[in-house]
């Protein structure tokens, strides 16, 4: 997993993952420049250059629910955007954490989920029943796509049916070869 530099290969099977009939039109360099500067990131490839050359999101997807949801989105059952989301801080995780099972008293890990769900991730879609697809975007994880639900987080290749590989290219696809 490469996120410094889009491989060629990776770039042809996300065309094909997203054929013209379902892609929303792309955002173009000089935007995704200026949420990267705006954000304080630098978005990982290959997802950087499908947003500015191939696709801002698609009407279908890896989500299933609204498929891949555009850069600057949320998901319609996300809640409000109270401005908690903060990319430019690291992704909390290095390790799957399944907050149902933890014995703290929840006021205790309650600011620890939030900063899962809002801190060094853009949100890639929903799959419903409270479980969001982050793509994480500053830290350890970089890169790799994590599944957050309302139980807990965990790498998208750990998750029942994850293919092992990390990364955004093998979350979709794994998503190509199950539809």
Not at 51 to 79: M, N, Q, Y
Not at 123 to 145: E, M, P
């Amino acid at each position: 997993m490469n996120t410094e530099h889009a491989d060629p290969a990776d770039l042809d099977a996300l065309r094909a993952a997203f054929p013209p009939e379902i892609r929303r039109p792309p955002l173009g360099w000089d935007t995704v420049h200026a949420f990267e500067r705006e954000q304080g990131v630098v978005l990982p490839e290959p997802y950087r250059t499908l947003v500015a050359e191939i696709c801002d999101g698609s009407g279908e997807g890896p989500a299933d629910i609204d498929g891949l949801i555009p850069l600057t989105s949320l998901p319609g059952d996300w809640g409000p955007d109270d401005g908690q989301r903060a990319p430019e801080k690291a992704f909390p995780l290095t390790a799957a954490w399944v907050w149902e099972d933890d014995p703290r008293p929840y006021e205790e890990i309650e600011p620890l989920i939030d900063e899962v769900s809002n801190d060094g991730s853009v949100v890639l879609g929903t799959d419903g029943c409270g479980l969001y697809w982050h793509l994480i975007v500053t830290g350890a994880q970089r890169g790799r796509v994590w599944a957050v639900s309302d139980v807990g987080a965990a790498p998208f290749e750990e998750e029942p049916g994850g293919t092992g590989e990390p990364g955004f290219a093998a979350w979709v696809a794994h998503w190509v070869k199950t539809r």
